[in-house]
């Protein structure tokens, strides 16, 4: 079935650090591709999507390229703020089908 | 334009009780989704409603049901408690059936002691 593996955390960077957060996937058709963002005590926030290969999404300074020859979609920013922290889930959603399926999370905290 | 609300924020129930859980659709939604997430996990898949009838289902026991009512809203119905059922459970909406983007609610945190 369907899976999405992203890198263990959590991830702790100085404010205006470069941040790179890997998410590999697993999965039978061409499914979109997600990031999102749970500040805590929340749900869930779409950060950025990409519907197909090769396609960047980008939203708040962060982007994330759809890479099939590699089934990768890693979150990127160049420079990270402390309203940054929160944790950030990988997601794909085949093209027919109903469900989001995420990685595990990864905790990024941003110090001052 | 109102987004997906939840009620209650949190619960607590013990063990072999039956709880119900209440979620509003985004304005224009018609499909709800439901996940439940386990502390420190990632979100997994209940099952989903469109139009009133179940349209997908996760890897979850008969003991998870669902209702969604004319206005699009929806109900989580969770019989014979377990600890294990102790979790964050969250709301979607979209706009119609398969669609890309789910707008997710804030959660009902349930405790079962």
């Known amino acids: 079935g369907d899976s999405v593996t992203q890198m263990e955390g959590p991830v702790t960077l100085s404010e205006e650090a470069f941040l790179t957060i890997n998410c590999t996937y697993t999965?039978?058709?061409?499914?979109?591709l997600f990031w999102y963002v749970q500040y805590p005590g929340e749900g869930l926030q779409l950060l950025l999507k990409?519907?197909?290969?090769?396609d960047k999404g980008s939203n708040k300074g962060f982007e994330a390229t759809y890479r099939k020859e590699t089934t990768s979609f890693h979150l990127e920013k160049g420079s990270v703020q402390v309203s940054d922290s929160a944790v950030y889930f990988c997601?794909?959603?085949?093209?027919?089908?109903?469900?989001?399926?995420f990685g595990e999370g990864t905790q990024l905290t941003v110090n001052p | 334009e109102t987004g997906v609300t939840q009620s209650p924020t949190h619960l607590i129930k013990t063990r072999g009780q039956q709880v119900t859980l209440r979620c509003s659709s985004q304005?224009?939604?018609?499909?709800v989704s439901w996940y439940q997430q386990a502390l420190g996990q990632g979100p997994q898949f209940i099952f989903q409603?469109?139009?009133?009838?179940?349209?997908g289902r996760g890897n979850f026991p008969p003991r998870f049901s669902g209702l969604q009512f004319p206005n699009y809203s929806s109900e989580l119905n969770v019989n014979a408690l377990e600890l294990d059922d102790s979790a964050l459970y969250l709301c979607?909406?979209?706009?119609?059936?398969?669609?890309?983007?789910?707008?997710f609610g804030p959660g009902t945190r349930l405790t079962v002691l």
């Open positions: 979607a909406s979209s706009q119609q059936q398969g669609a890309n983007e789910q707008f």
């Open positions: 999965a039978t058709g061409y499914p979109s």
């Open positions: 990409a519907t197909k290969a090769d």
């Open positions: 997601a794909l959603k085949e093209t027919s089908g109903s469900r989001l399926t």
């Open positions: 304005s224009g939604h018609n499909t």
């Open positions: 409603y469109y139009r009133e009838e179940e349209n």
